[in-house]
């Protein structure tokens, strides 16, 4: 069975400062690995995803992720918080064979003035 | 471009009631799904359908059934409304494969008194 664990429900950040949003996985098999965002009131959207090759994956806004294997990690990262980056983050897992996404809890992210 | 589109977006059901949540999507997709969502517990998968005419049980099916009516459309019905069933509901879909992008419908907020 997969799933999906995020360290921490909600973050807080200054605007400018370092972003870091954790989220470990749990696979028999080579993972495909995804970060969605929700905005208030909406339905989520794909900010970057790893499937294959390159580890270090970049996204939209300026997001990026890098999965470790040894790890079982894939967090997300942005150099410089913005206030608009204030959202839930999901990390969300599957595999070859699985036609669904295990997601995880859930990480709400405050950027701070 | 409308996507994924859910209807109704919000409803207040008492206990016993039932209702059918409607999803189209326009991205011709094979694959559909209906997640709910609770605080603290991330997205769990309810239903999804790989293709026309197929459908299976994901992690929290209970309490509801669903039918996938054409390619464009995959309803989810409450056949007999519980308190527990107070959640927020998305209806994604992708093509086929297990490497594809999600796309979220806007949610349907529904509670039950």
């Known amino acids: 069975a997969q799933s999906v664990t995020q360290l921490g429900s909600h973050v807080s950040v200054s605007e400018g400062a370092l972003v870091l949003l954790r989220c470990n996985y749990s696979?028999?098999?080579?993972?495909?690995l995804f970060w969605y965002v929700q905005y208030p009131n909406q339905g989520l959207q794909l900010l970057l995803k790893y499937t294959t090759g390159a580890t270090l994956v970049k996204g939209i806004n300026g997001f990026e992720a890098e999965f470790k294997k040894s790890e079982t990690s894939f967090h997300l990262t942005k150099p410089s918080a913005h206030m608009s980056d204030a959202a839930e983050y999901f990390c969300?897992?599957?595999?070859?064979?699985?036609?669904?996404?295990?997601f995880g809890s859930g990480t709400r992210l405050q950027v701070q003035p | 471009n409308a996507g994924v589109t859910q209807t109704p977006k919000f409803q207040v059901l008492k206990t016993g009631q039932s209702m059918t949540l409607q999803c189209a999507q326009d991205m011709n997709h094979n694959s559909m799904y209906w997640y709910r969502q609770d605080p603290g517990m991330g997205l769990r998968l309810i239903y999804y359908?790989?293709?026309?005419?197929?459908?299976d049980k994901g992690e929290v099916p209970n309490g509801y059934n669903v039918s996938r009516l054409n390619k464009r459309e995959f309803s989810l019905r409450l056949e007999s409304a519980a308190p527990s069933q107070t959640s927020v509901y998305f209806c994604?879909?992708?093509?086929?494969?297990?490497?594809?992008?999600?796309?979220f419908g806007e949610g349907s907020r529904l509670t039950v008194l």
């Open positions: 969300a897992v599957t595999h070859t064979g699985r036609r669904a996404l295990t």
């Open positions: 696979s028999s098999v080579p993972p495909y």
């Open positions: 359908s790989a293709s026309e005419g197929t459908t």
């Open positions: 994604a879909s992708r093509e086929t494969g297990n490497t594809g992008e999600l796309f």
